[in-house]
């Protein structure tokens, strides 16, 4: 996966971390969240602001 993959991080994500409101959590910990993924293979400095806004988007339609 990498950053465009908005809607298969937040998947991996929902499913990695089932007790996280993804409404409250902090861009830093999204971005080593999303890093930690097995599929994820990526530059980390290839993310910002908006890439972990629409992840963090993603996430919350996900469990919604």
Do not use: C, Y
């Amino acid at each position: 996966m990498k950053w465009t993959d908005t809607l298969d991080i937040a998947i991996e994500l929902a499913e990695a971390h089932p007790e996280i409101d993804p409404r409250t959590i902090r861009f830093t910990d999204l971005h080593r969240w999303v890093m930690e993924l097995p599929d994820f293979d990526d530059d980390p400095n290839h993310s910002g602001e908006k890439i972990l806004e629409a992840i963090q988007m993603a996430w919350i339609d996900e469990v919604s």
